[in-house]
């Protein structure tokens, strides 16, 4: 066994794959927007891994932080470590706006199939069924990042026909005050920069179609296949350009997460031996 192979089924949990999968889309030299949680340990294990030289911006105005430890949050003193400017919100959304960000991760409660994402509210603006947490700063890191990958829960719920309410646009969005849809390119014109490029579920990693917009899957995580996965999707989901399984952790990245990054589990729990 070598430190490059990829682990056994039974030797990684689903937390492990997800936070692989999402480190993988970061490349080397990137600038890359990190929130609280999975995305700022799987930045981290880029850094330590494949992109070495990426610039990472925590959330509260923390650049180009190097911790040591793992901070348990943005605003961690911890963050601070070999930065080159801690400062705050205003200078890390300045730095957003500016159009120096490759890179932003976020979450979301419901994606369609244009990639709206929704944080904000479950039915009706003024009578939702329910509140949600709110955007954050969820559109302005989707908007102004050159690209954006979201991390979610897999539950049909979720992949639904429209979104409740468009908190971060997608490649579609719709034009008032006839409402129809519109290629968001379109519709901002200058403005246009950047969108989500890749949406890491629980079940699988979906991309976009750089003509239409449309989200497709392109690998299964172990365990599940297309045709499962479509059944999880209340939209005719694109499964004719799957590439196949999620890449497995290596053993590699494995020791990185439990041993170097977040030995006290914080974010990212060990997989129970049997």
């Keep these: ?83 080159s400017r801690s400062s705050g919100l205003y200078d890390a959304f300045a730095i957003a706006q500016r159009g120096y960000v490759d890179l932003g991760f976020l979450g979301g409660a419901e994606v ?12 009706d603006y003024l009578q939702p ?5 709110g955007s954050g700063g ?9 690209r954006t990958v979201f991390i979610m829960v897999h539950e049909k719920r979720r992949f639904v026909e429209n979104v409740s309410y468009i908190t971060s646009p997608g490649w579609r969005v719709k034009k008032w005050p006839e409402g129809s849809w ?11 920069r950047g969108g989500p490029s890749a949406v890491i579920s629980t079940a699988g990693v979906f991309r976009f179609d750089d003509e239409t917009g449309v989200i497709y899957l392109d690998t299964c995580h172990p365990g599940q ?18 590439s196949g399984q999620t890449p ?15 030995p006290e589990q914080i974010f990212i729990p060990k997989t129970a031996k049997g």
């Design 225 to 242: 296949s297309p045709e499962g996965i479509a059944e999880l999707c209340q939209f005719d989901l694109d499964i004719s350009r799957v």
């Design 1 to 83: 066994m070598t430190m490059k192979e990829y682990a056994r089924d039974g030797e990684f949990n689903l937390a492990d794959l997800l936070c692989c999968a999402a480190s993988r889309e970061v490349q080397d030299n990137e600038v890359v927007f990190a929130g609280t949680g999975l995305p700022m340990v799987a930045i981290m294990l880029a850094q330590k891994t494949h992109a070495p030289n990426l610039k990472l911006i925590f959330e509260a105005g923390t650049l180009d932080g190097r911790p040591a430890e793992l901070p348990t949050s943005v605003g961690d003193p911890r963050c601070e470590m070999g930065a």
């Design 112 to 123: 369609d199939q244009y990639g709206n994402v929704n944080t904000t509210v479950i039915g």
């Design 182 to 192: 519109v290629p968001r390119r379109t519709l901002y014109g200058a403005a246009y």
């Design 129 to 133: 069924e329910l509140r949600l947490t």
């Design 248 to 262: 497995k952790p290596t053993y590699e990245e494995l020791h990185l997460i439990h041993e170097v990054l977040d």
């Design 138 to 146: 969820n559109p302005d890191i989707n908007s102004f990042a050159s």
